[in-house]
């Protein structure tokens, strides 16, 4: 199990779990009126763009998981929009922001985070 959290979350970020609501924070985290990376899929780019634009987030990874063909995304998500909500609510406001692109997706792959307050 450590293992695989050392995987998914890199000992740059910090990880705490509240209740079932996962609490996200990286350590040095991206300024969210940021361009997208310069290596985004044209999908990939779309999806950055419109949800940077509805949730300001401190960190975002859009990623096109269908092995080339633009069908199945997966979106990691932290912004302070999501703070007190639970997983289920995130995650039916990020498919809401989507809502017109999602139609032409076979898949969406959603994690949503509330970045922690620094103490």
Known sequence: MHSLRRLLFPPALSVRSISSTTTWRAAASANASSPP???????????????????????????????????????????TAFKGLPIVKQHKLVTEALKSDIEGFHGLQVRSFSPMVAM
Do not use: M, N, W
Request: net charge negative; with cysteine.
């Open 37 to 79: 990376p310069p290596a985004l899929s044209e999908g990939e780019r779309v999806i950055h763009e419109k949800l940077t634009a509805k949730f300001a987030p401190s960190q975002l990874q859009v990623q096109d998981v269908s092995g080339g063909c633009g069908t199945f995304y997966a979106i990691t998500i932290a912004s």
